[in-house]
């Protein structure tokens, strides 16, 4: 018999959820054949059999938590598919009923001689046994409140016990019991709390353990960080214009779309070359300033937020940016990312205009200190230069930063910066 175990699938994943079993108990399976999905904190996985053979038992269920080295089921190398697995159990069955039969005539005898032992003990007692010494009503008394003569202190010079002993010591197992009960009664109280009940219909269902993981990671870069948002606003009309001249011959150049997001791409990492803090993270009491642009961009799932990393970003050209960001945010939604698409980032974009978010603080993705968040864009009346109105599109952008090492002077100047180059477009594909 093979076990099959969770084996190591990277560095930094050493559990995971059982999300759904590929093959059935009594199957035939040839080694390195998937067999079952193993959801992750980043990404999905599929765990293969290391020994072909006949599944023969299923230790983890869908669902079920694992760690790497849990044993997950057991295969039959010399077993046939079918019926291997009801012919052993039919087996295992007959020396069971054997061996019950001898246990049960020894209970009987105990049973028997249990009743026994208990009349001895009370016939000990009342006759005395032990040397207490107590008055025939103390005894009647402690036999109705059913309190051990040997528990009760007398207050006798001559150490006998009187009914007033046998009371007093009644009112003091009482005042026990009830202080032992007490955070008993509160600890229930708790775990009560924790699930609240409802008068109406609701439903209850279990977190993900990505959900899980997002939850926890986004509470603790709130607490571990000092997290501030500054906001200002872009005006489109440029790149707007420009997407409007250029995105024909783009498309058919690069057989690719000209989108917002490469823009923003590279207005991030030139004003990142300008304020190199932002691109940086705290490491125990050292600043590591990093020396590349690897730009996650946030891509929303039916299972959550996933962050895949644009390597390089700033070697790359318009139509690498959006070739890269279309890639990667096929595989999130298809659930295709490898873990290195996920590690490593520098600096995070998020962009919730895509759902109509006009405003929001985009929470850090630890252990990044700087995350720009995006938001749709809407006509609106702006006052221009020379007094005149104008209607223009325009998007508020929020960047929120971590001000243990980056000032509020140097944020709001980043976020200057971005804006300036959105709005002057042509500068920004001059510089690359």
Same mark, same amino acid.
């Given at each position: 018999?093979?076990?099959?175990?969770?084996?190591? @699938?990277?560095?930094?994943?050493?559990?995971?959820?059982?999300?759904?079993?590929?093959?059935?108990?009594?199957?035939?399976?040839?080694?390195?054949?998937?067999?079952? *999905?193993?959801?992750?904190?980043?990404?999905?996985?599929?765990?293969?059999?290391?020994?072909?053979?006949?599944?023969? *038992?299923? +230790?983890?269920?869908?669902?079920?938590?694992?760690?790497?080295?849990?044993?997950?089921?057991?295969?039959?190398?010399?077993?046939?598919?079918?019926?291997?697995?009801?012919?052993?159990?039919?087996?295992?069955?007959?020396?069971?009923?054997?061996?019950?039969?001898?246990?049960?005539?020894?209970?009987?005898?105990?049973?028997?001689?249990?009743?026994?032992?208990?009349?001895?003990?009370?016939?000990?007692?009342?006759?005395?046994?032990?040397? +207490? +010494?107590?008055?025939?009503?103390?005894?009647?008394?402690?036999?109705?409140?059913?309190?051990?003569?040997?528990?009760?202190?007398? &207050?006798?010079?001559?150490?006998?016990?009187?009914? $007033?002993?046998?009371?007093?010591?009644?009112?003091?197992?009482?005042?026990?019991?009830?202080?032992?009960?007490?955070?008993?009664?509160?600890?229930?109280? $708790?775990?009560?709390?924790?699930?609240?009940?409802?008068?109406?219909?609701? $439903?209850?269902?279990?977190?993900?353990?990505?959900?899980?993981?997002?939850?926890?990671?986004?509470?603790?870069?709130?607490?571990?960080?000092?997290?501030?948002?500054?906001?200002?606003?872009?005006?489109?009309?440029?790149?707007?214009? @420009?997407?409007?001249? &250029?995105?024909?011959?783009?498309?058919?150049?690069?057989?690719?779309?000209?989108?917002?997001?490469?823009?923003?791409?590279?207005?991030?990492?030139?004003?990142?070359?300008?304020?190199?803090?932002?691109?940086?993270?705290?490491?125990?009491?050292?600043?590591?300033?990093?020396?590349?642009?690897?730009?996650?961009?946030?891509?929303?799932?039916?299972?959550?937020?996933?962050?895949?990393?644009?390597?390089?970003?700033?070697?790359?050209?318009?139509?690498?940016?959006?070739?890269?960001?279309?890639?990667?945010?096929?595989?999130?939604?298809?659930?295709? @990312?490898?873990? /290195?698409?996920?590690?490593?980032?520098?600096?995070?974009?998020?962009?919730?205009?895509?759902?109509?978010?006009?405003?929001?603080?985009?929470?850090?993705?630890?252990?990044?200190?700087?995350?720009?968040?995006?938001?749709?864009?809407?006509?609106?009346?702006?006052?221009?230069? /020379?007094?005149?109105? *104008?209607?223009?599109?325009?998007?508020?952008?929020? @960047?929120?930063? /971590?001000?243990?090492?980056?000032?509020?002077? $140097?944020?709001?100047?980043?976020?200057?910066?971005?804006?300036?180059?959105?709005?002057?477009?042509?500068?920004?594909?001059?510089?690359?």
């Amino acid at each position: 018999m093979k076990e099959i175990k969770v084996p190591e @699938l990277a560095e930094s994943i050493t559990e995971g959820t059982i999300a759904e079993w590929l093959v059935k108990k009594g199957d035939k399976v040839s080694k390195g054949d998937p067999i079952l *999905e193993l959801e992750t904190d980043k990404v999905n996985v599929e765990v293969n059999a290391d020994a072909s053979g006949v599944l023969t *038992e299923i +230790v983890k269920d869908a669902g079920d938590d694992v760690e790497v080295g849990d044993v997950i089921a057991k295969v039959d190398e010399n077993g046939e598919a079918g019926g291997s697995s009801d012919d052993s159990s039919d087996q295992k069955e007959e020396p069971k009923e054997e061996k019950k039969e001898e246990p049960k005539g020894e209970a009987n005898q105990e049973k028997k001689e249990k009743p026994k032992e208990k009349e001895e003990k009370a016939a000990e007692k009342e006759s005395g046994k032990g040397d +207490v +010494v107590a008055t025939p009503a103390a005894r009647k008394r402690a036999r109705e409140l059913g309190i051990e003569l040997s528990e009760i202190s007398a &207050r006798d010079p001559l150490g006998r016990i009187r009914p $007033e002993d046998v009371d007093a010591a009644a009112s003091g197992s009482q005042e026990k019991e009830t202080k032992q009960e007490a955070p008993k009664k509160e600890k229930k109280a $708790e775990k009560n709390n924790e699930k609240t009940e409802f008068d109406k219909p609701v $439903e209850r269902v279990k977190m993900s353990r990505r959900r899980q993981t997002i939850a926890k990671r986004l509470v603790e870069a709130q607490q571990n960080s000092a997290m501030l948002t500054t906001f200002n606003e872009v005006d489109m009309s440029a790149v707007m214009q @420009l997407r409007k001249e &250029r995105k024909e011959d783009f498309q058919k150049k690069h057989d690719i779309k000209l989108g917002f997001m490469s823009f923003f791409t590279k207005a991030v990492i030139g004003a990142l070359k300008e304020f190199p803090l932002l691109n940086a993270e705290i490491q125990g009491n050292e600043i590591v300033k990093k020396k590349f642009y690897d730009i996650g961009m946030a891509v929303s799932t039916d299972e959550g937020l996933v962050v895949p990393v644009i390597r390089d970003a700033d070697r790359l050209g318009f139509a690498g940016v959006e070739k890269d960001i279309s890639r990667l945010a096929k595989k999130a939604i298809n659930k295709e @990312l490898q873990l /290195d698409e996920l590690q490593g980032g520098s600096f995070t974009i998020t962009n919730g205009g895509t759902f109509g978010s006009m405003l929001s603080t985009p929470i850090l993705n630890a252990p990044q200190v700087g995350i720009l968040g995006l938001h749709n864009i809407q006509k609106r009346a702006m006052v221009m230069p /020379d007094d005149s109105i *104008e209607v223009r599109p325009m998007m508020y952008i929020a @960047l929120s930063y /971590d001000h243990r090492i980056v000032d509020g002077k $140097e944020a709001v100047q980043f976020l200057v910066r971005v804006k300036e180059l959105i709005e002057d477009p042509y500068d920004l594909l001059l510089e690359g």
